[in-house]
């Protein structure tokens, strides 16, 4: 059995590599890498670095699963491969926040997917989310038939560097979009606070589409603030979190929070908005928890004024290695192996990668 991804926002360039820094960029290159005979559904036949594009109207449903990301064209996909008369092998991936979609239409071919075709979600709170859009939206037959499974994205912790403590602590804004569910306004108003007492250098690394937004421009006139599009590769990317003091998350909902983990695991100090989202991220008792925008701005600056003691204080909560414990919980490792998983128990054998280890089971 083969896997082929769909993801109708993929790029991919001209030397034939699937481009772009956002999460679904990211986790296509994932599901390459991870599945190594996939094919990538596009607008036409091309042979890329290490896969193949193909229509969907080309995919062999005989021995072939579609692993889709645009999970409310679930319903359109199988009609298309359907045509022909075959029955289509089709697993949804559920990677965003599910809040996103508010409209009853939206809302309501969203349950109706999930409860036809196997789902798979980013975490346990997505998984909740679709099981209660499911009950809400559907009627009992599939309701009570939706197979529906989870585990975290986690990280590639091979890609973690070494620390290089800046002079000036840097504090990150968390995210590529300055979106309102992201509350960029709250972030902006506490960050000015913090840089009124103490010296910081706030960094902001934006998709494009967003970089000339009224907000980005508002943030890039403080002297003390660097706004820029996203770093050119992974590796600078990973360099710039090793110098990242800190970070202040104010997003109302995250499906996983992948950023934040990112930042965490190379040393940043997260400041997080109490919130079910960052509760569900973070060990008991974290200390950087605010329910205001004045807690936030203490928190905050604690983080970028006495940060060796806020990093004692993580470990403290986290069995003493606030590190490991993220790690535990949060390497990539275990979403492939999941993935592999599930796949297989739902459709039968699939080629996996050499990289992907065997789970263990207890």
Same mark, same amino acid.
């Given at each position: ?87 289509? =092998? @089709?697993?949804?991936?559920? %990677? ?5 979609? *508010?409209?009853?239409? #939206?809302?309501?071919?969203? /349950? !109706? ?104 421009? =508002? @943030?890039?006139?403080?002297? %003390? ?5 996203? *770093?050119?590769?992974? #590796?600078?990317?990973?360099? /710039? !979190? ?121």
């Amino acid at each position: 059995m083969k896997v082929a991804v769909r993801y109708a926002q993929a790029m991919v360039d001209a030397d034939g590599h699937v481009t772009g820094h956002d999460a679904g960029a990211t986790l296509v290159r994932r599901l390459l890498r991870v599945f190594p005979e996939a094919l990538l559904i596009g607008p036409g036949p091309r042979q890329c670095d290490g896969f193949d594009m193909i229509p969907l109207e080309f995919v062999d449903t005989d021995d072939t699963v579609v692993l889709t990301m645009d999970v409310l064209d679930s319903v359109t996909v199988w009609q298309t491969l359907h045509a022909r008369g075959a029955e289509p =092998r @089709l697993m949804n991936f559920v %990677w965003w926040n599910t809040s996103q979609y *508010t409209h009853k239409v #939206e809302r309501a071919a969203l /349950a !109706l997917s999930c409860a036809l075709f196997p789902t798979f979600a980013n975490s346990a709170r997505t998984a909740t989310e679709i099981r209660e859009i499911v009950d809400q939206w559907t009627i009992a037959p599939l309701a009570g038939k939706a197979e529906i499974a989870w585990v975290n994205l986690g990280i590639r912790l091979e890609h973690v560097q070494p620390r290089s403590e800046p002079s000036v602590p840097v504090v990150l804004y968390p995210a590529i979009y300055l979106s309102e569910r992201k509350r960029p306004a709250l972030f902006l108003e506490v960050v000015e606070r913090v840089a009124r007492r103490t010296p910081i250098k706030v960094e902001a690394r934006l998709h494009e589409s967003h970089l000339i937004s009224e907000q980005a421009m =508002r @943030l890039s006139r403080r002297d %003390w603030s660097w706004v820029g599009p996203l *770093t050119a590769s992974r #590796e600078d990317y990973w360099h /710039a !979190l090793a110098r990242t003091t800190a970070f202040l998350a104010t997003a109302v909902e995250e499906s996983y929070g992948l950023e934040y983990v990112e930042a965490m695991v190379a040393g940043a100090v997260g400041v997080f908005p109490d919130e079910p989202w960052a509760r569900a991220l973070l060990p008991e008792g974290y200390p950087f928890v605010y329910r205001s925008a004045h807690e936030a701005e203490e928190m905050l600056l604690r983080a970028v004024t006495d940060t060796a003691a806020c990093r004692r204080e993580l470990d403290a909560c986290a069995d003493g290695d606030f590190g490991a414990w993220l790690r535990a919980r949060h390497d990539d490792d275990v979403f492939e192996q999941a993935i592999v998983e599930r796949v297989t128990e739902w459709f039968g054998p699939v080629a996996i990668s050499d990289e992907v280890r065997p789970a263990v089971h207890h």
